[in-house]
């Protein structure tokens, strides 16, 4: 399979999925600007929405967004508990905690990465994101990640994006466990290698 990834963007959480999977993924580098890739192709003729990550398949097809691409990395491999079974209520809280990551966190980042986003947009996400943080810090008191004691495709995520927040001047310091989880989830091999393959270690 072939991800299409800008480096340090959302698309770094499917391919921490993948490789916590061992899952081989062909790297392909965006440029966010051009809309081209390292190799000369241009973006848009692949995923004419310009954005990552996008994922193609083995048989050729593609498929976006990133909470529904770590879904279907994780799938790949069931022992792993990425994704726990289809059905099962754990199954539901990752998928709560996706759609979380990515409506309440991942877009009120964005802005702050969008040139001309005005000063008043960006102190009204900040106080947005400090309480949906103390959110997450509570749900992390007591556990490793999100759900428990193993990793899932929604800690790959959350991890992905709080990692913006540096660029944001969205100070994590008032939240121990949240910082206590971005500490564990940079230490793992796999983060380790998605970092270095992204060139960003
Ligand atoms: N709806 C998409 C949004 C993905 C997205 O925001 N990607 C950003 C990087 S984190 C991007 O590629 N931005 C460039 C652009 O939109 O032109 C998803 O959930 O995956």
Redesign the pocket.
């Known amino acids: 399979m072939k991800l299409y990834y ?1 480096p340090g ?3 770094l959480a499917p391919h921490i999925v993948a490789n916590e999977a061992g899952i081989p993924l062909e790297l392909r580098k965006v440029d ?1 600007k051009a809309k081209t890739t390292e190799d000369g192709e241009n973006f848009l003729d692949a995923n004419p ?5 996008a994922l193609i398949l083995e048989d050729g097809d593609m498929l ?4 529904v ?1 770590v879904q279907y990395l994780a799938d790949r491999k069931p022992d792993t508990g990425l994704m726990p079974p289809a059905g099962s209520m754990a199954r539901y809280r990752v998928q709560q905690w996706l759609s979380f990551v ?1 409506t309440e966190l ?1 877009k009120s980042l ?1 802005v702050f990465f969008k040139p001309g986003t005005p000063e008043e947009t960006k102190a009204a996400n900040r106080e947005h994101l400090e309480r949906r943080l103390k959110h997450v810090d509570a749900n992390l008191d007591g556990k490793t990640f999100l759900t428990g004691d193993t990793l899932t495709a929604a800690d790959a995520y959350l991890w992905t994006v709080l990692g913006w927040t540096k660029f944001a001047a969205v100070d994590l310091s008032p939240f121990a466990n949240v910082q206590r989880f971005m500490a564990t989830v940079a230490a793992r091999p796999a983060v380790v290698q998605a970092l270095k393959a992204e060139g960003l270690a």
């Open positions: 800008m963007a959302c698309s966010g929405n310009g954005y990552v990550p976006t967004e990133a909470s691409v990515a991942h964005g």
